[in-house]
């Protein structure tokens, strides 16, 4: 006997779940558009939380991060 729930459940929860490359993709859009809104050292700060997550996991995503923060970090109004 098959059991359908487990099986369907774990199809689920594969085809739920994006990429990192795509979910790092979709967090740099919101920085930036958090930047563009004038919330620049909130978007500065959580681009930096960023970079230390992935700095050993994802050394792309944290590159991107890196970049997006010093792209943005002059504009913050110390």
Known sequence: MIDRTSTEGEVRSHAAKPSPESLAC???????????????????????????????????GEHLFNALLHRIASRVPW
């Open 26 to 60: 979709i967090l740099l859009a919101s920085l930036e558009a958090l930047a563009v809104a004038g919330q620049v050292e909130m978007a500065c700060r959580l681009a930096g939380r960023a970079c230390v997550a992935l700095r050993h996991s994802d050394r792309k």
